[in-house]
């Protein structure tokens, strides 16, 4: 029986001719990633055994939750991540000045790429499936064990593929695409699966899109989502890219679970009410919001933000809503103002972060007080997630979350400019 792609890079980094569902396999890594959340906690367990990093250039420490700090805790957090960072000589270090949001930053700076088996503490360390690589959330401990050994343990995933037919629709995007899905199979639809997306219809998304599809791959409990390696992504990782390309791809005869037909084509702007990222809807009532979120790892890429700006240029945010603007990456934040992006957002009535997480995980720049709404292109909109828990989060795309910013309620990029 033949190998899903996700089987072939592991059975690849375990030095294997073959690997199959189920089976527990050691394989090794080409990057190992943390935060300023959970980078402490790593510290502390290798401290504990005595140990160190093992690949200088093998590990990434990004400072984005709570960055720049919010108050003396988080900023002892950082402090420890950055004096680990400084005695071990981790090479991939990054904050504030030089940070962004992890996972928009790593493919960025070319720290991952296709055929990498890359490990985060963080779940939406899926994302780098879009340049046709494993990766895949672990705990802190997993993450501290990496970065000694340069090594992890998985139970490799089943699979369920995706065929994607046509184009998508104006005003639609991989955003809307991924709720479809996840509407569709549940939160739990592709427990400890891999996603693997596949069908002419790839070709049509931009790997932006790609990214905000495996960045949510987590919400339908997947281990991981992943993207073949065509033109497109050849194109992103040129002069970025720091290490040999590798290209995985499925054998013709290899085994899925099930495989599911989606016709892009049809699909509509789609919105995640509260308070599960699996209760998708494409129509509803006058719903009037407080607030709109637009940015984090799964929507804070320059297109993302083109988007957004698209719909806001000439308009202005209503008087009853706070609109926050969050570039994903210092480089992203920069070409806003080149393109006058950051023009339109304060012209319209918005603010411009610098990248930070802050409010996708309630952290800060945008907290939700009680019974508040907010539309949001982040990735989780669970009770509480974003602040009060009487507080509702509606996720959906930057064209949504503009046009709803505009009209002061739960809009699409259609009502505003027809």
């Known amino acids: 029986m033949g190998m899903t ?20 396999i050691v394989a090794d890594l080409d990057m190992a990633l943390a935060n300023d959340i959970t980078a402490p906690v790593a510290v502390r367990e290798m401290e504990k055994a005595g140990g160190h990093v093992k690949y200088k250039d093998r590990v990434a420490l990004v400072m984005d939750h709570f960055t720049p700090n919010k108050d003396i805790k988080a900023a002892c957090q950082v402090k420890c991540t950055r004096e680990f960072a400084k005695r071990e000589g981790v090479e991939n270090f990054f904050d504030v000045g030089r940070m962004g949001i992890e996972h928009a930053l ?29 990766s895949t959330g672990v705990g802190s401990t997993d993450l501290a064990a990496g970065m000694m050994t340069g090594q992890c343990w998985f139970k490799v995933p089943s699979a369920i593929r995706f065929v994607l037919r046509g184009a998508l629709p104006e005003y639609v995007t991989g955003k809307d695409l991924i709720l479809h899905i996840i509407g569709m199979i549940g939160v739990d639809g592709a427990l400890y699966k891999s996603m693997e997306f596949t069908g002419e ?16 791959a987590i919400e339908a409990g997947a281990k991981n989502g992943i993207f073949p390696v065509d033109d497109k992504t050849l194109a992103y990782m040129q002069g970025r890219f720091k290490r040999p390309v590798k290209i995985f791809e499925a054998d013709d005869d290899a085994e899925y679970e099930k495989t599911i037909e989606i016709d892009l084509s049809v699909l509509k702007p789609t919105v995640a009410f509260p308070h599960l990222p699996e209760n998708t809807k494409t129509a509803w009532e006058n719903i009037p919001i407080d607030q709109v979120v637009i940015g984090s790892c799964t929507n804070g890429r320059i297109s993302d933000l083109r988007q957004a700006a698209e719909i806001l240029r000439g308009r202005t945010v209503a008087k009853n809503v706070r609109c926050i603007v969050i570039p994903a990456t210092q480089e992203i934040y920069l070409q806003a103002i080149r393109e006058g992006l950051a023009d339109i957002f304060i012209g319209a009535g918005a603010v411009l972060s610098t990248p930070t997480c802050g409010p996708c995980l309630g952290g ?46 739960l809009a699409t990029a259609g009502e505003v400019t027809k």
Do not use: W
């Open 201 to 216: 219809g790839v070709a049509s998304l931009s790997m932006d899109d790609r990214f905000t599809v495996c960045n949510m």
């Open 364 to 409: 800060h720049m945008g907290i939700l007080a009680d019974h508040e709404r907010c539309v949001s292109t982040t990735n989780r909109n669970f009770v509480g997630r974003m602040g009060h828990i009487t507080s509702e989060i509606y996720l959906a795309s930057p064209y949504t979350a503009a046009a709803s910013a505009v009209l002061g309620r």
């Open 106 to 134: 790593l493919p960025e700076q070319g720290l991952v790429g296709a055929g990498d088996c890359v490990i985060g503490a963080d779940s939406h360390t899926c994302t780098y499936g879009a340049l046709g690589a494993f």
């Open 5 to 24: 792609m996700t089987q072939k890079i592991l059975a690849a980094h375990a030095g294997l001719d073959a690997v199959t569902a189920g089976q527990l």
